[in-house]
């Protein structure tokens, strides 16, 4: 079992910054690939970055160049650098972890989500 706890959301003025972290539990970790999605009030959830177990980087497209994903593989955490942040980028935040093994099987593990709000 993988367990999963963010941290690091809070309130932050547009143009601000905030550093996501997410702390995994439990073994093999480095066998995951790792995500951030995110939900805003009344809209479906959606992904905003992914990293692999060896590091390859993918982030959408409404906050590329804003927004780094990274992985310390080391430490079992995986973070978000969010910079710039706009109103927009409101919503609960959280970080994702799946498998698809060899044989064709699928681990999915979830954390609790932080809160990330974007006002004046």
């Known amino acids: 079992q993988v367990q999963l706890v963010e941290s690091g959301g809070g309130l932050v003025q547009p143009g601000g910054s905030l550093r996501l972290s997410c702390a995994a539990s439990g073994n093999f970790f480095s066998f995951y690939t790792m995500a951030w999605y995110r939900q805003a009030s009344g809209k479906q959830r959606e992904l905003v970055a992914t990293?692999?177990?060896?590091?390859?980087?993918f982030v959408a497209d409404s906050v590329k160049g804003r927004f780094t994903i990274s992985r310390d593989n080391a430490k079992n955490t995986v973070y978000l650098q969010m910079n710039n942040l706009k109103p927009e980028d409101t919503a609960v935040y959280y970080c994702?972890?799946?498998?698809?093994?060899?044989?064709?099987?699928?681990?999915?593990?979830w954390g609790q989500g932080t809160q990330v709000t974007v006002s004046s």
């Open positions: 990293i692999s177990v060896g590091g390859s980087a």
């Open positions: 994702n972890a799946v498998r698809t093994s060899i044989t064709g099987v699928r681990s999915d593990f």
